[in-house]
């Protein structure tokens, strides 16, 4: 487990990275293009469709970041009302079930992410579109691995089910 948790902290670091480069790129693409339209009546034709892509990149990289923290969105309906037996057993579960569907989410990423890489379809500045696609299948596998080691960890190693905070 615990090479398993070097490499998680290792791809945390890099998607920590990665989000910021890709923020930062995002302020100084919709500055420039702010600029150019407002002062020069002209824009770079391709901009508004890489800044999507861009807040669709930061947003699973965020996603992915929020499941490692344990910062993820959940629906606490009973864990003022059960013990700590019960609350730790409901939350390994959830986040098993989590895993299995962020897998079955993997998969359909990745046979998207296929089919379009297959169709050969171009987004943007020559760049096919299943480049851009390639955070979906990534983002998933990880969540899914992220949520299986936090069931473990849950079901067999904390005390207490909730967040940590």
Known sequence: ???????????????????????????????????????????FVWGDTLLRQGVLWVGFLGAAIAVKQNKHISIDVFSNLSSAYWKRLVSSFTKFSAAII?????????????FEKESQSILVLDIPVWIFQTILPYSFMIISLRFMIGGFKTAFIQNDAGPSR
């Open 1 to 43: 487990m615990t090479i398993l948790n070097q490499i998680d902290r290792f791809l945390e670091k890099i998607e920590r990275h990665l989000i910021v480069i890709i923020l930062s790129l995002m302020i100084l693409l919709s500055f420039g293009q702010m600029l150019l339209r407002n002062v020069f009546d002209m824009g």
């Open 102 to 114: 962020s897998g079955f989410l993997t998969w359909s990423a990745w046979s998207f992410m296929q």
